[in-house]
């Protein structure tokens, strides 16, 4: 008896042991596929955090091309215009070099011009001296016929003289050619002359002209660029310290005081701040004559922290963004300057994301910036076209 209770109570003690060894091999299955779990989750989002990064460092290293590639496109159009003022300076050296050359001419052609006169002068003594020669030629055969018989030996002489006399007459017949064609080449040298100097007066003209279009243009290239820093200096000094805006020109507003937490139902408590702010920011940038119509959109972006997923808050951002963009169609500024052809809304999750000494700042992250967008392209475009009139 004693035996057989013995024996029920190993076997009691035999089935307990296996049920607890079950239990704790069921525990320790189970603790196994939960680390499993965690692991293969940790990965999931270890993987999804690797892929946003290389995402992002791809749209950097595009920017950053893009970036480069303009200021090569800059680089050039400055070397072009280097080049356009090396070019306008040789061509006024050249033309101050001809207007010497033009101008010794002249002075020659006066020197040449009053030789010429006097040799005319010499002639008209002569042409006298000739009329008084032939009166007194006249005389002497009056004479000669009276005394002929008496002035044989006289004859003679005077027949040679009559001879010197003509070939005097043809020597000066020949001078009087002379001089009439080099009268001629000198009215030709003048008329060149006056030709030569209309033709300079028309390059003077023509590179006046060239360098007040280059001056204009300069001017205009200068204006175009310098549009953005403008419009954000005014912001800055009509806005002061009544409205954060950003060095570029953003008005920036705390999720935190806009929405809830995880939340893109916008406040009813914020609207009027929200309000207020934005209308400043409008009146100021829309206001000014000379920036709006240069305003190519007015972008309201989302922003929020790391905690979460990006595609969570992706949408996160994109809702707040857009609620935000809602209730700011519903103000009278916005139906004033007609915004709802301007605005747009854009959610980045937690791409720009503030950093403060290496360390995210979430509460600074979680954020609504309204930023405008100006017609660079139409710009950029403006300026090639500008400085491809100078090819």
Same mark, same amino acid.
């Given at each position: 008896?004693?035996?057989?209770?013995?024996?029920?109570?190993?076997?009691?003690?035999?089935?307990?042991?296996?049920?607890?060894?079950?239990?704790?091999?069921?525990?320790?299955?189970?603790?196994?596929?939960?680390?499993?779990?965690?692991?293969?989750?940790?990965?999931?989002?270890?993987?999804?955090?690797?892929?946003?990064?290389?995402?992002?460092?791809?749209?950097?290293?595009?920017?950053?091309?893009?970036?480069?590639?303009?200021?090569?496109?800059?680089?050039?159009?400055?070397?072009?215009?280097?080049?356009?003022?090396?070019?306008?300076?040789?061509?006024?050296?050249?033309?101050?070099?001809?207007?010497? &050359? *033009?101008?010794?001419? +002249?002075?020659?052609?006066? !020197?040449?011009? =009053? #030789? @010429?006169?006097? /040799?005319?002068?010499? %002639?008209?003594?002569?042409?006298?001296?000739?009329?008084?020669?032939?009166?007194?030629?006249?005389?002497?055969?009056?004479?000669?016929?009276?005394?002929?018989?008496?002035?044989?030996?006289?004859?003679?002489?005077?027949?040679?003289?009559?001879? &010197? *006399?003509?070939?005097? +007459?043809?020597?000066?017949? !020949?001078?009087? =050619? #002379? @001089?009439?064609? /080099?009268?001629?080449? %000198?009215?030709?040298?003048?008329?060149?002359?006056?030709?030569?100097?209309?033709?300079?007066?028309?390059?003077?003209?023509?590179?006046?002209?060239?360098?007040?279009?280059?001056?204009?243009?300069?001017?205009?290239?200068?204006?175009?660029?310098?549009?953005?820093?403008?419009?954000?200096?005014?912001?800055?000094?009509?806005?002061?310290?009544?409205?954060?805006?950003?060095?570029?020109?953003?008005?920036?507003?705390?999720?935190?005081?806009?929405?809830?937490?995880?939340?893109?139902?916008?406040?009813?408590?914020?609207?009027?701040?929200?309000?207020?702010?934005?209308?400043?920011?409008?009146?100021?940038?829309?206001?000014?004559?000379?920036?709006?119509?240069?305003?190519?959109?007015?972008?309201?972006?989302?922003?929020?922290?790391?905690?979460?997923?990006?595609?969570?808050?992706?949408?996160?951002?994109?809702?707040?963004?857009?609620?935000?963009?809602?209730?700011?169609?519903?103000?009278?500024?916005?139906?004033?300057?007609?915004?709802?052809?301007?605005?747009?809304?854009?959610?980045?999750?937690?791409?720009?994301?503030?950093?403060?000494?290496?360390?995210?700042?979430?509460?600074?992250?979680?954020?609504?910036?309204?930023?405008?967008?100006?017609?660079?392209?139409?710009?950029?475009?403006?300026?090639?076209?500008?400085?491809?009139?100078?090819?």
């Amino acid at each position: 008896m004693f035996k057989n209770n013995k024996s029920n109570i190993d076997s009691n003690f035999w089935i307990s042991y296996a049920d607890l060894m079950a239990g704790l091999l069921f525990v320790f299955i189970l603790l196994i596929g939960a680390i499993v779990s965690k692991s293969i989750f940790l990965r999931e989002d270890l993987e999804s955090k690797r892929n946003a990064l290389n995402i992002a460092k791809k749209s950097i290293k595009i920017k950053e091309n893009s970036i480069k590639t303009k200021d090569k496109t800059i680089a050039i159009q400055e070397e072009k215009i280097k080049l356009q003022e090396e070019d306008i300076n040789k061509l006024k050296s050249l033309l101050e070099d001809r207007a010497k &050359e *033009l101008n010794s001419t +002249k002075e020659n052609l006066v !020197i040449t011009k =009053n #030789s @010429l006169k006097l /040799k005319e002068d010499e %002639l008209k003594k002569i042409n006298q001296i000739l009329l008084a020669k032939n009166t007194s030629i006249d005389e002497l055969n009056s004479k000669i016929v009276v005394l002929q018989n008496l002035l044989e030996d006289r004859n003679k002489t005077l027949l040679s003289k009559d001879e &010197e *006399l003509k070939k005097f +007459k043809d020597k000066i017949l !020949i001078l009087s =050619n #002379s @001089l009439n064609k /080099k009268s001629e080449d %000198l009215n030709i040298t003048n008329g060149k002359m006056l030709k030569l100097l209309e033709a300079l007066d028309e390059k003077k003209s023509s590179y006046e002209k060239l360098l007040k279009e280059l001056q204009d243009k300069r001017a205009k290239i200068k204006y175009l660029t310098g549009i953005r820093l403008r419009v954000i200096e005014e912001l800055k000094h009509t806005l002061g310290n009544s409205v954060n805006v950003t060095k570029d020109g953003s008005l920036k507003l705390s999720s935190s005081v806009l929405f809830d937490k995880g939340s893109s139902k916008l406040k009813d408590s914020a609207k009027d701040s929200l309000k207020k702010g934005f209308t400043k920011y409008i009146k100021t940038l829309m206001g000014n004559k000379a920036v709006a119509p240069n305003i190519d959109t007015i972008v309201i972006e989302g922003h929020t922290d790391s905690d979460g997923g990006y595609l969570y808050n992706l949408k996160l951002s994109q809702d707040r963004a857009l609620a935000v963009m809602n209730y700011l169609l519903t103000l009278d500024v916005a139906k004033k300057y007609k915004l709802q052809k301007l605005l747009t809304a854009s959610g980045r999750s937690y791409l720009d994301r503030i950093l403060l000494d290496g360390e995210e700042d979430k509460d600074a992250s979680r954020r609504i910036e309204i930023k405008f967008r100006l017609k660079n392209q139409n710009a950029f475009y403006e300026i090639e076209k500008i400085l491809d009139e100078d090819r």
